[in-house]
Protein backbone atom coordinates (compact mmCIF):
# COMPACT_ATOMS: atom_id res chain seq x y z
CA UNK A 1 0.00 0.00 0.00
CA UNK A 2 0.64 3.10 -0.72
CA UNK A 3 -0.20 6.89 0.43
CA UNK A 4 1.04 10.22 -1.89
CA UNK A 5 0.07 13.09 0.40
CA UNK A 6 -0.65 16.13 -1.46
CA UNK A 7 -2.05 20.03 -0.69
CA UNK A 8 0.73 21.29 1.56
CA UNK A 9 2.08 24.69 1.66
CA UNK A 10 2.70 28.17 2.90
CA UNK A 11 -0.64 30.19 3.36
CA UNK A 12 -1.58 33.57 5.99
CA UNK A 13 -2.95 32.88 9.08
CA UNK A 14 -6.85 32.77 8.57
CA UNK A 15 -6.44 31.06 5.44
CA UNK A 16 -7.41 27.85 4.27
CA UNK A 17 -5.74 24.92 2.54
CA UNK A 18 -6.83 21.32 0.95
CA UNK A 19 -4.60 18.22 1.62
CA UNK A 20 -5.53 15.14 -0.47
CA UNK A 21 -3.79 11.61 0.02
CA UNK A 22 -4.45 8.61 -2.53
CA UNK A 23 -3.95 4.99 -1.81
CA UNK A 24 -2.81 2.46 -3.99
CA UNK A 25 -4.73 -0.70 -3.34
CA UNK A 26 -8.01 -2.28 -2.11
CA UNK A 27 -7.46 -1.60 1.76
CA UNK A 28 -8.62 1.78 1.53
CA UNK A 29 -12.60 1.80 1.44
CA UNK A 30 -12.56 -0.89 4.28
CA UNK A 31 -10.76 1.05 7.02
CA UNK A 32 -10.43 4.12 8.87
CA UNK A 33 -7.90 6.49 6.92
CA UNK A 34 -6.69 9.63 9.41
CA UNK A 35 -4.66 12.72 9.29
CA UNK A 36 -1.68 13.10 11.81
CA UNK A 37 0.55 16.06 12.37
CA UNK A 38 3.93 16.42 13.59
CA UNK A 39 5.56 20.22 14.81
CA UNK A 40 9.16 20.71 15.21
CA UNK A 41 10.53 19.32 18.60
CA UNK A 42 6.38 18.33 19.09
CA UNK A 43 5.40 14.78 19.12
CA UNK A 44 3.10 13.76 16.32
CA UNK A 45 -0.50 13.64 17.10
CA UNK A 46 -3.69 12.94 15.81
CA UNK A 47 -5.57 15.96 13.64
CA UNK A 48 -9.08 13.69 12.27
CA UNK A 49 -9.89 10.41 11.73
CA UNK A 50 -12.41 9.06 9.37
CA UNK A 51 -13.99 5.24 9.52
CA UNK A 52 -14.78 3.36 6.49
CA UNK A 53 -18.31 4.05 7.61
CA UNK A 54 -18.07 7.62 7.43
CA UNK A 55 -17.90 8.71 11.20
CA UNK A 56 -15.29 11.30 12.09
CA UNK A 57 -13.28 12.32 14.83
CA UNK A 58 -11.45 15.35 15.91
CA UNK A 59 -8.81 17.03 17.86
CA UNK A 60 -10.05 19.43 20.02
CA UNK A 61 -7.80 22.07 18.34
CA UNK A 62 -9.02 21.62 15.51
CA UNK A 63 -12.73 21.29 16.13
CA UNK A 64 -14.58 24.06 13.95
CA UNK A 65 -11.79 24.13 11.77
CA UNK A 66 -11.02 21.62 9.99
CA UNK A 67 -13.31 18.92 8.08
CA UNK A 68 -12.16 15.26 7.08
CA UNK A 69 -13.83 13.59 3.97
CA UNK A 70 -13.18 10.62 1.90
CA UNK A 71 -13.92 9.37 -1.60
CA UNK A 72 -14.02 5.69 -1.29
CA UNK A 73 -14.14 5.44 -5.18
CA UNK A 74 -10.93 7.34 -5.95
CA UNK A 75 -8.78 6.04 -2.98
CA UNK A 76 -8.81 9.54 -1.34
CA UNK A 77 -9.14 11.33 1.92
CA UNK A 78 -9.12 15.26 1.95
CA UNK A 79 -8.81 17.53 4.72
CA UNK A 80 -10.23 20.61 4.52
CA UNK A 81 -8.61 23.23 7.02
CA UNK A 82 -10.32 26.36 7.27
CA UNK A 83 -9.07 29.15 9.77
CA UNK A 84 -5.39 28.04 9.79
CA UNK A 85 -3.07 29.39 12.54
CA UNK A 86 0.09 29.67 13.21
CA UNK A 87 -0.19 26.83 15.56
CA UNK A 88 -1.15 24.79 12.86
CA UNK A 89 1.99 24.84 11.05
CA UNK A 90 3.61 21.38 10.91
CA UNK A 91 4.14 18.30 8.86
CA UNK A 92 0.76 16.65 8.17
CA UNK A 93 0.72 12.34 7.72
CA UNK A 94 -2.03 10.45 6.59
CA UNK A 95 -2.45 6.36 7.34
CA UNK A 96 -4.60 3.75 6.94
CA UNK A 97 -5.09 2.08 10.47
CA UNK A 98 -6.70 -1.38 10.43
CA UNK A 99 -6.78 -4.28 13.90
CA UNK A 100 -2.79 -4.25 14.44
CA UNK A 101 -1.41 -2.27 11.99
CA UNK A 102 -0.88 0.87 9.92
CA UNK A 103 0.13 2.59 6.47
CA UNK A 104 1.49 6.21 6.33
CA UNK A 105 2.23 8.76 3.61
CA UNK A 106 5.29 10.42 3.25
CA UNK A 107 3.69 13.96 4.65
CA UNK A 108 2.80 17.18 3.37
CA UNK A 109 4.39 20.36 4.72
CA UNK A 110 1.45 23.12 6.11
CA UNK A 111 3.63 26.68 7.42
CA UNK A 112 0.89 29.25 8.56
CA UNK A 113 1.99 32.63 8.76
CA UNK A 114 1.40 35.50 11.38
Known amino acids: VQLQASGGGLVQAGGSLRLSCAASGSIFRLNAVGWYRQAPGKQRELVAA???????NYADSVKGRFAISRDNAKNTVYLQMNSLKPEDTAVYYCVIQGLGWDYWGQGTLVTVSS
Open 50 to 56: ITSGGST
